[in-house]
């Protein structure tokens, strides 16, 4: 399901992958709180790349859920990523609790 206010990134193992606009704003405004701390350009570069390496991570998790509910035959509609996470849109949740326990955890593994 596509939203106004995600930016589309692409599609990976048949699941849209989407950035929440507000992402941006945090990317942004990172490499202005580095770079005005006195370190110049390049600690805001890397602080830049240290967020982007947590969103990263963040996808990863979120891919953990949608493969495993996957694996059970539930398809994952859209994963969209916000600057304090993100959702892995599930059509449906398993209904044998074990499996509903290993799609939970499969994100954090």
């Known amino acids: 399901m596509k939203n106004k206010w995600s930016l589309y990134l692409g599609r990976f193992s048949g699941i849209k992958v989407y950035i929440h606009w507000t992402f941006l704003i945090l990317i942004v405004w990172i490499f202005i709180?580095?770079?005005?701390?006195?370190?110049?350009w390049?600690?805001?570069?890397?602080?830049?790349?240290?967020?982007?390496?947590?969103?990263?991570?963040?996808?990863?998790h979120e891919f953990g859920h949608a493969l495993t509910a996957k694996r059970y035959q539930?398809?994952?509609?859209?994963?969209?990523?916000?600057?304090?996470?993100?959702?892995?849109?599930?059509?449906?949740?398993?209904?044998k609790p074990g499996q509903e326990l290993l799609v939970a955890i499969a994100g954090p593994l």
């Open 33 to 40: 709180m580095h770079s005005r701390m006195g370190d110049g």
């Open 42 to 60: 390049q600690a805001g570069l890397w602080g830049v790349l240290f967020i982007l390496a947590l969103f990263a991570c963040v996808v990863l």
């Open 74 to 95: 539930i398809a994952t509609r859209d994963i969209t990523i916000y600057p304090i996470g993100g959702v892995a849109s599930l059509e449906s949740m398993p209904e």
